[in-house]
């Protein structure tokens, strides 16, 4: 694979954005540290955090060109057994730099953590912002099959007349695939799309890393061939490959060098055709009911 300009410096987001021109970025996605006390992050009172974080969010609005858009992909801070949605968090501050959110996108994954005093977490958010009216979405690049597609109205003026697109469906803000049902589901309102677990091909040394088929989606949607793609914390890299994959330019800072480390090597082997990557739309493995993992255990059974 011929992968065109890239950027991936082990750099401070804020410092790497102040050296970038005004408009210069068509889209910035990114997974921020969630202040949950990764190796990687330093826990801090939520309103700490968040104002820790306004500088940075200031140069991104400066450096989103006026047809670009900003995707921030956050879980939830929890404290003391009480859960605060960073989503709803970081809502204002993007309205008060002007930006418009056109989605607020479940990413709904089946693995996760297991908690015992609330129900387990098994989804994030994604917003999605355009810093103005005039920016780019294309539909059809992310269009799912129809449903029904000999569907036809059955009254007015078109009566009779097929009533989907022969290119398929708007997938609208919740992308779930099942095993039994792979394109269809995309009607929904959730994106489900694995985490990356052990047993995820694309899973390297990082304790939160980003699927690169949740940026891939992102990227064929909002922006162009040769536009550019920045993702101010980076990791390893899974946002630089979904944009280059993609024949577009990518900038990534990340502070933690061995994941810049990792992240490179990532690059080499995509270029390489060697990369171990879960396919865009892939079906979603779930056991069937005669498989092992599917049954009830015999120590359950001989419980009393």
Known sequence: MNLLHYRYECRDALDFCQSLPDNSIKLIITSPPYNIGKEYETKSSIDSYINRMLPMLKEFARVLREDGSLCWQTGNFVESGEVYPLDIYFYPHFKKLNLHLRNR?????????????????RYETILWFTKSDQYTFNLDDVRVPSKYPGKRYFK????????????????????????ERLF????????????????????VNHPCQFPVELAERCVLALTDENDVVYDPFSGVGSTLIAALKNNR???????????????????????DDTLPMRPIYQKIWTPKPTDKVAQIPAEWGRAE
């Open 105 to 121: 996108i479940i990413w709904h994954f089946g693995h996760g953590l297991h908690c015992s005093k609330r129900f387990s977490g």
């Open 156 to 179: 007015g003026e078109k009566k009779g007349q097929i009533s989907g697109n022969p290119k398929g469906k708007n997938p609208e803000d919740v992308w779930e695939m099942t095993l």
């Open 184 to 203: 269809d589901d995309w009607d929904k309102q959730i994106w489900e799309i694995p985490n990356v677990k052990n047993n995820h091909p694309e899973k």
């Open 249 to 271: 330019r990518a900038y990534g800072t990340e502070l933690e060098s061995a994941y810049v480390e990792i992240g490179m090597e990532r690059l080499k082997k995509l270029a």
